[in-house]
């Protein structure tokens, strides 16, 4: 059925996508990594998190995981660049959510990782920001999620966002070895 999302049109960003991203990794894996949207370099390449911000998120996962990037499936919440890389609306959020719901339930992680607002919002149902609800184990249908920044604001917020981000990757940690 995911087939089906390479030709979506649900919402507008049809319009202005190089490509479908839909995600990457392997069937059932124990952890999926979930963000907000493609970005430029994801729109070229076909996969999630391949720019500066996966760089940094896959070496902190792998640093506090020990987990290669092949060990993991890794998606978006919206699986079309927004303009600008813009923050996607919520209608486009809507559009995809049958796409990310087809995936949690195909994967049945025992973990999710949210990484920033629009994936903690959409997967766990925060409402407030990251900087509140970070590090907190909410349950889901097969496992348990947890919200992080994402790499994006590690990279303009430095090294304290990064040590929070490892400080919520051991929480992940232990939830994986539980």
């Known amino acids: 059925m995911l087939d089906e999302a390479l030709s979506c049109t649900r919402c507008a960003l049809s319009l202005t996508r190089q490509r ?29 998190f391949i720019g500066r911000s996966g760089t940094l998120l896959t070496t902190l996962i792998a640093d506090e995981l020990g987990l290669a990037r092949a060990d993991y499936f890794i998606t978006n919440v919206v699986k079309c660049r927004p303009p600008e890389n813009r923050t ?8 995809c959510r049958p796409w990310l719901d087809q995936q949690l339930a195909l994967q049945r992680p025992r973990v999710v990782l949210a990484v920033g607002n629009t994936a903690a919002r959409a997967v766990l149902g925060h409402q407030a920001g990251v900087g509140e ?19 994006a604001a590690a990279l303009r917020g430095g090294p304290n966002v990064v040590a929070v981000m490892r400080a919520d990757l051991a929480i992940v940690r232990k939830l994986l070895a539980s």
């Open 88 to 95: 996607p609306t919520t209608k486009e959020v809507a559009a």
């Open 20 to 48: 479908v991203v839909l995600g990457s990794g392997p069937q059932a894996a124990a952890l999926m990594v979930v963000g907000e949207a493609p970005g430029r370099s994801e729109d070229e390449g076909g996969e999630p």
């Open 133 to 151: 609800t970070h590090g907190l184990v909410v349950p889901l249908g097969t496992g348990v999620g947890v919200a992080t920044y994402h790499p």
